[in-house]
């Protein structure tokens, strides 16, 4: 166990990381997500506070919603976050393996693989990214008129962003 810890130092140190990034970098990528699910939870809770303190529901039903199915809710998300860091670090080293054992180029057709799904990723938010901005326009453009509308002294501006 204590082999493989200085292995995997040494693969992050190699790779321009210490291991404060890294330890950085887990809990961020673990707290991120903590905070968008707590604010689902408190969010549902605000909205439907309501019906889960009548006594018009069943009380089962009433401590499902309040505790139990959200136990479910943050661990399947951390479930699913672990399980995909663990496959993205143990599937180079199978490859890896198998290539030493059997032969071949497995590794390398994973990270051809790899660079694909990251291409189509990065294209796909480049292209998110650009409807985004039409539509932010469109509504800033709207925004504007209808402001021109309702205000009689409003003096509008074609710049979409706020001045710094």
């Not at 490859?95 to 057709?109: I, P, S, T, V, Y």
Request: with cysteine.
């Amino acid at each position: 166990m204590r082999q493989w810890f200085a292995i995997r130092l040494l693969d992050l140190r190699y790779f321009g990381y210490s291991l404060t990034d890294y330890a950085h970098y887990l809990q961020e990528k673990h707290r991120r997500p903590w905070n968008i699910w707590s604010g689902h939870r408190r969010h549902f809770l605000e909205t439907s506070d309501w019906m889960l303190g009548s006594n018009g529901f069943p009380f089962f039903t009433r401590i499902w919603f309040r505790y139990i199915f959200w136990i479910g809710y943050f661990a399947g998300g951390f479930l699913r976050l672990y399980v995909s860091d663990t496959k993205r670090t143990v599937m180079p080293a199978c490859c890896r393996l198998a290539d030493g054992l059997l032969g071949g180029n497995r590794h390398e057709q994973f990270i051809e693989r790899r660079k694909q799904v990251v291409a189509w990723l990065k294209e796909e938010n480049r292209k998110r990214a650009e409807t985004r901005l039409k539509r932010d326009e469109h509504i800033f453009g709207l925004r504007v008129q209808h402001e021109a509308c309702q205000n009689p002294n409003f003096v509008g501006t074609n710049r979409p962003h706020q001045d710094r």
